[in-house]
């Protein structure tokens, strides 16, 4: 195993758009050389296995696992729950057993950054038109056969370039950038969570917020601690049948509903996205159902935004999802009695934009990226004065404290 020096702070500072001030700001980035980062990674994802030089681990106590005999260790993080053998790793790929101590080998080892919209995250009752600045690091704990950002998500650390940036480092790139958000994205952040729970808890000391995209797939305990430091989650829901996350995803529905209702119970702001690919998950029955599950267990305010589907990855055989198909799961959600459902990867189509649940005004309207919020006002529409449910201003994501359970009440 080739372990290198992490590379150089400076693309990485240049990536985040930092002259001369904010190389002192972060003065303690990695050094070395070699990174190309930043961008979408569905387009500038690292290349190939077989093409990219070796990439670097980044070894930290792992949390969120138990001793077994023989020095085996059993991971309590994700619902796989692997049970790990001295010298080998778990099904993410990014946590290996070291003598009977588990470790994360990814902890700031970032394989790309960007400063987004937080629109592209997509959260739209969240901050609307502000940025995030947006990391990941390599590894997941699922495998979507149509994985936009596969070439990171189903790498191991050492098949993809990285840099190594602390956690004090990059909430101070934030401070610099003025951005208000930090954003764990890309890959799944659940594999990372070390250094996304200590980066979340610094940055919320700092006055920088934290959101999680996520598939959702994370077991209670870890969720539960970790919603003491983020300010909002959108979790990806592939669909609404164990046979879809069996077939196409190597995972189980029911982690992640559990997953949503954890979140709903402790009061942080979510967000649910689904991408809609033709003939496996795009029924009317089954979006119905999904729909009133999401009222029954979330509430009617949860935003839902249903995506459209481009070929990618394995799923080459299914064309883009047609837009008729994307207005039904639409309209039937809303008949289902959410309030708040979007249509995405549709440029210029109405469901982009925020409408009152009340007096069907726009509140925020939205073309792609360009976001005009004139519709709220103190976090009402400015037409009949419905409250809006989302999260505003910073003070107000920042405030956000989680409702806690008793520890005896936590599923193991």
Excluded at 356 to 367: G, L, M, S, T, W
Aim: net charge positive; glycine share 8%; aromatic share 8%.
């Amino acid at each position: 195993m080739n372990r290198k020096t992490l590379p150089n702070r400076r693309q990485f500072l240049r990536t985040c758009g930092l002259g001369a001030g904010g190389l002192c700001a972060a003065a303690a980035l990695a050094r070395g050389a070699g990174l190309t980062m930043g961008g979408d990674p569905a387009k500038e994802s690292p290349a190939p296995a077989a093409e990219a030089p070796h990439g670097q681990v980044a070894v930290h106590d792992a949390m969120w696992f138990d001793k077994l005999p023989d020095k085996a260790v059993k991971c309590r993080l994700c619902p796989r729950e692997c049970t790990v053998a001295d010298v080998e790793r778990g099904y993410c790929g990014v946590r290996e057993n070291q003598g009977g101590e588990y470790k994360t080998l990814v902890y700031g080892a970032l394989c790309t950054t960007n400063i987004d919209p937080i629109e592209k995250k997509p959260f739209f009752h969240y901050l609307p038109g502000t940025q995030a600045v947006s990391v990941a690091t390599a590894g997941c704990n699922i495998e979507c056969k149509f994985c936009q950002n596969w070439r990171i998500s189903q790498y191991r650390p050492e098949q993809v370039e990285s840099v190594l940036v602390p956690p004090a480092d990059l909430v101070k790139v934030a401070k610099t950038r003025g951005v208000p958000t930090l954003a764990y994205t890309y890959s799944e952040p659940v594999v990372f969570y070390e250094y996304m729970h200590d980066t979340a808890a610094l940055g919320r000391k700092d006055g920088v917020g934290s959101v999680v995209v996520s598939n959702g797939y994370i077991r209670e305990p870890a969720l539960r601690e970790l919603c003491r430091h983020v300010t909002a989650v959108k979790v990806d829901l592939k669909a609404f049948t164990e046979k879809f996350y069996a077939e196409q995803c190597a995972g189980k529905l029911a982690p992640v509903l559990k997953t949503l209702e954890v979140l709903a119970e402790v009061g942080i702001h979510t967000e649910i996205v689904v991408l809609v690919l033709p003939t496996l998950n795009d029924s009317a029955e089954e979006i119905g159902e999904m729909a009133r599950w999401i009222v029954k267990s979330m509430g009617p305010d949860v935003p839902l935004h249903f995506s459209r589907f481009h070929p990618m990855y394995r799923v080459n055989n299914l064309p883009p999802t047609p837009i008729e198909t994307l207005d039904r799961a639409r309209k039937v959600s809303m008949d289902a009695g959410l309030h708040y459902v979007y249509v995405g990867n549709v440029p210029m189509h109405e469901g982009e934009s925020t409408w009152c649940p009340k007096c069907r005004k726009v509140v925020i309207k939205r073309v792609g990226f360009k976001v005009d919020p004139s519709g709220l006002k103190a976090g009402a529409c400015a037409s009949c004065g419905q409250r809006i449910a989302g999260i505003w201003a910073p003070e107000q994501a920042l405030a956000f404290k989680p409702k806690e359970k008793p520890a005896a009440a936590v599923e193991k």
